[in-house]
């Protein structure tokens, strides 16, 4: 049987852009390189040295750092930032960005990461991932300006994932269509498994962390009662899957249809999940395979961010269902809740 590799395909896609310098595949081989020596590690976790367990440090997030997250974000950093196809990394992990030295002859493209998604995931070997997004550098000149590392959505190159799970998958897409590899393991190389994604219209699966009901606004409240309604002409009640890994969730969501939600609550009352990290380059995929990302008001690619490290709510998946989301969230807002007191 003959096989499509990454490399294969990228080179193939580059054919049909006669401009192309060939920086766009140095970068995603680099990519490529990078989460090959961070699935192993995952795949090695218990055994290795060093691999499980906190870092004793607090990121910019304020959340504790994991080893792995660590060296997630040092593997990445290094092998991109080495490529002379990036002028700048933005990092879930740094609270600044690192602009390439001009001795590593920095190139045309921002690259933006979750090094790793899904950290309270890694020492009970549940799917994790690494979520990344690929920006143009705007301004004229060799500064690295303000902004280009804030620009709206519906400017990203390209962004992918990869889930480091039963199998290793990559998921990505340059503007047209979505493909996903998986990582034949005897081999080291990723081979071309999901050709042209599609999410499926509506799906019959939420996923949402629901122990926050409690700290949820009404309206949310009621968009997942409605979907536990026993309503079987509409195909409810709607399954429940949550991994707490969005890369995860994101990825079953993506081929077997439904919607992923982290919406606002007391406790985070702008939103959980990053937009230059997370969300802005999950919406990229899940429209170019047909579905929708919102944050329940407004479409995820029309924003622009006003720092790198900004978070939202995020609604995402089968067209129908993120729709049927957004109804729900305008439809009941205006009874007031909880975001009443907080905003005034
Ligand atoms: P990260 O591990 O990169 O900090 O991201 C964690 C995110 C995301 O993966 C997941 O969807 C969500 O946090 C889970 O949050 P809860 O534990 O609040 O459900
Ligand atoms: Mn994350
Ligand atoms: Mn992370």
């Known amino acids: ?6 490399v294969q395909h990228i080179r193939q896609q580059e054919k049909s852009n006669p401009g192309a310098t060939g920086e766009f595949t140095t970068l995603m081989n680099e990519i490529i390189v990078a989460s090959k020596i961070i699935s192993l590690e995952v795949n090695s976790a218990g055994i290795g040295e060093n691999v499980l367990g906190l870092t004793g440090k607090i990121n910019v997030q304020g959340e504790e750092v994991q080893k792995l997250d660590e060296f997630s974000d040092i593997t990445f950093t290094t092998i991109i930032g080495k490529s002379e196809a990036v002028c700048a990394i933005t990092s879930e992990e740094k609270e600044d960005p690192y602009i390439i030295p001009s001795e590593d002859n920095p190139g045309k493209y921002i690259f933006m990461m979750d090094p790793l998604d899904g950290s309270s995931n890694i020492d009970v070997n549940v799917n994790i991932g690494t979520i990344f997004s690929i920006y143009r550098k705007k301004s004229e000149g060799d ?3 303000d902004e280009d590392l804030r620009q ?12 480091y799970g039963s199998s290793t998958i990559l998921v990505y897409t340059a503007g047209q269509g979505v493909y996903g590899f998986t990582l034949d393991p005897s081999l080291g190389e990723f081979f071309l498994s999901h050709p042209d994604l599609k999410i499926p219209e509506q799906g019959s699966t939420y996923s949402a962390n629901e122990g926050n009901w409690g700290i949820w606004e009404e309206n949310q409240k009621n968009l997942v009662s409605f979907l ?3 309503n079987p002409s509409s195909g409810r009640p709607y399954k429940l899957r949550y991994i707490g890994s969005l890369v995860a969730d994101f990825h079953r969501t993506l081929l077997k249809g439904g919607l992923f939600m982290y919406p606002k609550d007391k406790n985070s009352p702008k939103g959980k999940l990053r937009f230059s990290f997370e969300a802005a380059p999950l919406a990229l995929i899940v429209e170019n395979a047909g579905g929708k990302a919102s944050t329940g008001k407004q479409r995820i690619l029309d924003i622009t961010p006003k720092g790198i490290h900004d978070r939202l709510p995020l609604f995402i998946g089968s067209k129908k269902d993120v729709e049927m989301a957004e109804s729900h969230l305008s439809a009941t807002e205006k009874k007031g ?3 009443k007191w907080l905003s005034g």
């Not at 049987?1 to 990454?6: H, I, L, N, S």
């Not at 709206?152 to 889930?163: C, R």
């Open 1 to 6: 049987m003959e096989r499509t590799t990454f």
């Open 143 to 145: 500064e690295v300006t």
């Open 152 to 163: 709206k959505g519906d400017e990203q190159v390209a962004a992918g994932y990869i889930v």
């Open 228 to 230: 536990k309604e026993d």
């Open 337 to 339: 809740g909880w975001f």
